[in-house]
């Protein structure tokens, strides 16, 4: 079974709408849990990604499946570019919206509700792309990877930030604690039943490490590299265009 195959609430509608509905659904509660469930680890990872954004110095960054646009604020507030975040959720992107205002960042940041499979921008168009925990749910993985090559200008950076499959000692604990408390957790508090089951199955048919970097070369990138943090939990995937 493929990351397209993987829906939130049944087999049989499309998944990007499903998506949508999902993220509609928890918008309210979603920045809360996300603290709350990674323990703030999450804050870490975004970091991780930034420095490497950073380095770069870039004119023009897009953010794919921004959600409340917390790694769009942090490219507006780290560096000088220009920053765009697209997302399928309108809820989400309110949410966001209110942050940017909130930090004085609405000239800097523009939110844009769209299909990462399906991006409104013309080719060439970013110096730096990034995702984070959201290509796993693209209807069409390996679209939307693509089309993110295709609004990057010659010699650009794609930064994946994603889930992946912790090994070692410490595999079983985390396991445990992503099937079955995380999802109770996120039930509770979310009310949605299913968002939180979605996740840790979405997360075991996405493809990581070498497979990962496979499919962002045959996907147009000349160079993809990948970095685990966190005993494996999750990966930082780097393509060059």
């Given at each position: 079974m493929t990351p397209e195959n993987i829906k939130p609430y049944n087999k049989t509608d499309n998944k990007k709408k499903q998506v949508e509905e999902m993220f509609d659904n928890i918008s309210e509660n979603y920045d809360f849990l996300n603290r709350l469930l990674s323990l703030k680890i999450d804050v870490y990872w975004r970091n991780q990604l930034e420095k490497r954004v950073?380095?770069?110095?870039?004119?023009?960054?897009?953010?794919?499946?921004?959600?409340?646009?917390?790694?769009?604020?942090?490219?507006?507030?780290?560096?000088?570019?220009?920053?765009?975040?697209?997302?399928?959720?309108?809820?989400?992107?309110?949410?966001?919206?209110i942050k940017i205002n909130?930090?004085?960042?609405?000239?800097?940041?523009?939110?844009?509700?769209?299909?990462?499979?399906?991006?409104?921008?013309?080719?060439?168009?970013?110096?730096?792309?990034?995702?984070?925990?959201?290509?796993?749910?693209?209807?069409?993985?390996?679209?939307?990877?693509?089309?993110?090559q295709r609004v990057l200008k010659k010699g650009g950076k794609l930064f994946i930030l994603e889930f992946s499959k912790p090994t070692g000692i410490f595999a079983p604990f985390f396991?445990?604690?992503?099937?079955?408390?995380?999802?109770?957790i996120g039930k509770i508090i979310s009310g949605d039943s299913k968002a939180y089951t979605y996740l840790p199955d979405s997360v075991s048919k996405m493809p990581y490490g070498k497979e990962m970097e496979e499919i962002l070369l045959k996907n147009g990138f000349k160079q993809s590299t990948s970095k685990t943090f966190t005993f494996g939990v999750v990966s930082i995937y780097e393509g060059t265009k």
């Open positions: 950073v380095a770069l110095n870039p004119g023009k960054i897009l953010d794919v499946a921004t959600g409340t646009a917390d790694l769009a604020i942090e490219h507006a507030k780290k560096t000088n570019a220009l920053v765009t975040g697209l997302d399928l959720s309108q809820r989400m992107l309110d949410y966001g919206q909130k930090q004085g960042l609405k000239e800097r940041i523009k939110l844009i509700k769209g299909e990462a499979e399906n991006l409104p921008f013309h080719d060439e168009e970013f110096d730096v792309v990034t995702a984070s925990f959201g290509v796993r749910n693209f209807e069409n993985l390996e679209k939307g990877i693509s089309e993110m396991m445990l604690y992503f099937k079955y408390i995380l999802p109770t």
